[in-house]
């Protein structure tokens, strides 16, 4: 596998997707700290090119294996599929870092003191549940750039899976912050607004569906994201503007990171599973 890893990094530093991919992050991350310097808010909005960027870089990178003939040649040298995937999979960790790098580094030269203000028990977490569910989103594209012969056709999957996965994070959040009761709103006569009584919402989940669903939202990349990029713009608020309701929720500091680490070993041996059987011919 050493070996194996060592030719995989010597050509990812040649490929110009790679370098152009880091470009993009930067980008995205200098726009990112100039638009919390005018608002001091974040918005998942500007992670989009971090996640997508990864998804195109993995994908065509990972997928040039097959078309360029090295996983075939690899096997037949005698390397097992085994360390091939484990090469491919820890390259692509390094791809992922060095992109979170890219897209973090103009914020924490805009805001780097105001974050060691804040305090290890702050930015730690945060950082470690940044690099857990980058994780998780980079063994799933992996896994399906390993499984997915066609070049084109693994890009247009991680991108469609990344859409999904935040689309499906949406679905989540919105069902499961459906209120459990709510009152109907009539106009009387007089043209004012009248609140009738209380009643259950047909909406609200609960029960063991409530389990599953709170479940599924705590494993999901992007609900993750929602959760941590909210978690700091409320703290370096209150840092800012003491008098502010801090943030109260922070369960998911803990949970999350469980969550992105499952995942990823899950989504990776499957990956291999799935790898193992594949014909590289």
Not at 140 to 151: G, Y
Request: charged fraction near 15%; proline fraction near 4%; glycine fraction near 8%.
């Amino acid at each position: 596998m050493r070996n194996l890893l060592r030719s995989s990094l010597f050509r990812l530093r040649k490929d110009i997707i790679f370098w152009l991919a880091l470009v993009v992050c930067l980008v995205a991350g200098i726009v990112f700290a100039v638009s919390y310097l005018n608002t001091p808010a974040f918005d998942d909005v500007y992670f989009f090119p971090l996640f997508l960027a990864l998804a195109a870089v993995l994908s065509l990178f990972l997928g040039r294996e097959y078309s360029d003939g090295t996983l075939r040649n690899a096997v037949t040298a005698g390397h097992r599929r085994r360390g091939m995937y484990g090469a491919g999979l820890v390259t692509a960790l390094l791809v992922s870092l060095l992109c979170l790098v890219a897209f973090w580094l103009p914020f924490l030269l805009v805001q780097g003191k105001a974050l060691v203000r804040l305090g290890a028990g702050v930015v730690v977490p945060v950082a470690v549940g940044f690099l857990l569910l980058m994780a998780a989103m980079t063994a799933l594209f992996t896994a399906v750039s390993f499984n997915v012969p066609n070049l084109a056709a693994g890009a247009i999957v991680n991108l469609i899976l990344w859409v999904g996965l935040m689309l499906g994070a949406y679905q989540l959040e919105f069902a499961l912050g459906q209120p459990e009761y709510v009152r109907e709103v009539t106009m009387s006569a007089q043209g004012e607004m009248v609140e009738g009584p209380k009643m259950q919402n047909p909406n609200y989940l609960d029960g063991p569906l409530r389990v599953v669903y709170e479940g599924m939202e705590a494993c999901l990349p992007h609900s993750q994201l929602n959760d941590y990029v909210s978690y700091l713009s409320s703290c370096l608020y209150v840092q800012a503007v003491p008098e502010a309701e801090g943030w109260e929720e922070t369960d998911f500091l803990y949970q999350a990171p469980v969550c992105s680490l499952a995942v990823t070993v899950c989504i990776s041996g499957l990956g291999l599973a799935l790898f193992q059987r594949k014909d590289l011919k």
